[in-house]
Nanobody, 115 residues
Framework: QVQLVESGGGLVQAGGSLRLSCAAS????????VYWYRQAPGRQRELVAS???????YYPGSVKGRFAISRDNAKNTAYLQMNTLKPEDTAVYYC?????????WGQGTQVTVSS
């Protein structure tokens, strides 16, 4: 069983930055994949970043060049660095990992970007 706890969300002005953290209860270096998703009110949950086997990353066009996913194996923590934030980035952000062929989710952290 893997437990994930996100932190780092908050209120920021457009153009600002935030770094989200996802602390894992297990050894994050052993996880197959780490993902960050977001869900805005009335919208489906969408993938915003993935890190596969510690090196392969993916970003959709809406965040590419602004968001960066990483992990610190020593701290068992994954990060999502978000720069040049826009009001449309407002959402609840969730961390997810795939470990032993199972998916685990955190509780989410709210990010609000004001214009």
């Amino acid at each position: 069983q893997v437990q994930l706890v996100e932190s780092g969300g908050g209120l920021v002005q457009a153009g600002g930055s935030l770094r989200l953290s996802c602390a894992a209860s297990g050894s994050i270096s052993s996880f197959y994949a780490v993902y960050w998703y977001r869900q805005a009110p009335g919208r489906q949950r969408e993938l915003v970043a993935s890190l596969i086997r510690g090196s392969s990353t993916y970003y959709p066009g809406s965040v590419k060049g602004r968001f960066a996913i990483s992990r610190d194996n020593a701290k068992n923590t994954a990060y999502l660095q978000m720069n040049t934030l826009k009001p449309e980035d407002t959402a609840v952000y969730y961390c997810s990992v795939t470990a032993d062929r199972k998916d685990y989710w955190g509780q989410g952290t709210q990010v609000t970007v004001s214009s």
